[in-house]
């Protein structure tokens, strides 16, 4: 079946550092990868998503790159501010699958 | 105005109460799910429904019941509260036939069983 695995965190990392949350796959065909994002006591929000091989999901400065080739979606940005302190969830649906299977979440702590 | 709205946003009960918490989306899509999040955040798929019908009924305890009255609505109904029912409960919709489209999800029903 389909699975996601994401690095363990949590990630704390000072103001203006960069950021890497690294996520891999495992799944039959070529599913639609997806980063979600929960801030504290929020919902989940959809951050970015890139459905096909070397596609470029990008949003508020955060970027992840569909590599087939080492089935991976990993999730970066240049400088991080302590406004992106959040649980990160890395997801994909399959080509024939309704649903979301999720990573176990990278929880992200910046500070000043 | 709130794509997948949730109520109740917090639900306090005690064990071996039933409970439930409605959901609703106005986006036209005609699927509808339940996952539950636990304390450790991990995420999981309960049901879904497309177009009213019953699609993904993972291992859940059949003390719970969703029920979709229309494409626009799922509920679920909890019988027999049990402490490890505990969790935020999230409802999201999507249109089945286009994979490629994200889950929208709601904000979340806080459950908290003593």
């Known amino acids: 079946g389909n699975s996601v695995t994401q690095m363990e965190g949590p990630v704390t990392l000072s103001e203006e550092a960069f950021l890497t949350i690294n996520c891999t796959y495992t799944?039959?065909?070529?599913?639609?990868l997806f980063w979600y994002v929960q801030y504290p006591g929020e919902g989940l929000q959809l951050l970015l998503k890139?459905?096909?091989?070397?596609d470029k999901g990008s949003n508020k400065g955060f970027e992840a790159t569909y590599r087939k080739e080492t089935t991976s979606f990993h999730l970066e940005k240049g400088s991080v501010q302590v406004s992106d302190s959040a649980v990160y969830f890395c997801?994909?649906?399959?080509?024939?699958?309704?649903?979301?299977?999720f990573g176990t979440g990278t929880r992200l702590q910046v500070t000043l | 105005d709130t794509a997948v709205s949730q109520t109740p946003k917090y639900l306090v009960t005690q064990m071996g109460n039933d409970k439930s918490i409605k959901c609703e989306q106005n986006?036209?899509?005609?699927?509808m799910y339940w996952y539950k999040q636990d304390s450790k955040k991990f995420l999981k798929i309960m049901f879904s429904?497309?177009?009213?019908?019953?699609?993904i009924n993972e291992t859940v305890p059949n003390r719970f019941s969703p029920k979709s009255p229309d494409k626009a609505h799922l509920n679920l109904h909890i019988n027999s509260l049990e402490l490890g029912d505990s969790a935020v409960y999230f409802c999201?919709?999507?249109?089945?036939?286009?994979?490629?489209?994200?889950?929208?999800f709601g904000n979340g029903t806080r459950l908290t069983v003593t």
């Open positions: 986006l036209g899509h005609d699927t």
């Open positions: 999201a919709s999507s249109p089945i036939t286009n994979t490629h489209s994200p889950l929208h």
């Open positions: 890139a459905t096909k091989a070397d």
């Open positions: 799944a039959t065909g070529y599913p639609s």
């Open positions: 429904y497309n177009n009213k019908e019953l699609i």
């Open positions: 997801a994909l649906r399959g080509r024939t699958a309704s649903k979301l299977t």
